[in-house]
């Protein structure tokens, strides 16, 4: 039982370049969200999703993408990196009701 | 919709030392409460939660939180921390009941001085 896995752990991209972050979670729960986590600004929520086929925008949506064909995964896409999605990325889940999340370990990404 | 609010960003403490990390939020409905624990280079891990009953949660590791709805505060506490206790702390609220996003707070460092 790995609970909530996150590849890669780091990734350097230039300005411009694309990539997936990847998120799959093995507890059979519903929701599922990604945040990024900037110093000293807290966790931002990009996009979240209440089941698989249902996404929703969060609070810092602009520039990436997200899709859920599984319950277990919910990859993130970064379209034209810029400098400013440089940060740390979260994948969480929880079952319902929301008695606890689960985190991944976090995916580093450097965007120069 | 529902926020919480940290307001110290660092609170720096001596190794045996009592802490207090302070939180409050706003909602209209009723919430549940939580405290996650970030150590340095990891993900989030739940601490300890408030959904209904005793408004004292206790964690295992000595922690505790009280829920105080007149004060809308939910601040973390220990008696006695230890160098182990290093970390960042948020404090987060969800709506109890039906879809329940969870809003977290800045975060808040605790330095443990030897």
């Known amino acids: 039982n790995a609970g909530v896995t996150q590849t890669p752990k780091f990734r350097i991209l230039k300005i411009g370049q694309s990539m997936t972050l990847q998120c799959a979670q093995d507890m059979n729960h519903n929701y599922m969200y990604w945040y990024r986590q900037d110093p000293g600004m807290g966790l931002k929520l990009i996009y979240y999703?209440?089941?698989?086929?249902?996404?929703d925008k969060g609070e810092v949506p602009n520039g990436y993408n997200v899709s859920r064909s599984t319950t277990e995964d919910f990859p993130l896409r970064l379209e034209l990196a810029a400098p400013s999605q440089t940060s740390v990325y979260f994948c969480a889940t929880h079952g319902s009701p929301a008695y606890e999340q689960y985190f991944g370990p976090g995916t580093r990404l450097t965007v120069t | 919709a529902q926020s919480v609010t940290q307001l110290d960003s660092q609170v720096p403490v001596f190794e045996e030392a009592p802490v207090e990390l302070r939180c409050n939020y706003s909602?209209?409905?009723?919430?549940?409460l939580f405290w996650y624990v970030q150590y340095p280079n990891q993900g989030l891990q739940l601490l300890l939660k408030?959904?209904?009953?005793?408004?004292l949660v206790e964690s295992i590791n000595g922690f505790e939180a009280e829920f105080n709805k007149s004060q809308t505060s939910f601040h973390l506490r220990k008696p006695s921390v230890h160098i182990s206790d290093t970390a960042e702390y948020f404090c987060?609220?969800?709506?109890?009941?039906?879809?329940?996003?969870?809003?977290f707070g800045t975060g808040t460092k605790l330095q443990v001085i030897p």
């Open positions: 999703s209440v089941g698989a086929g249902i996404t």
């Open positions: 408030y959904l209904s009953g005793s408004t």
């Open positions: 987060a609220v969800s709506l109890s009941g039906g879809y329940q996003k969870v809003t």
């Open positions: 909602s209209s409905v009723s919430v549940y």
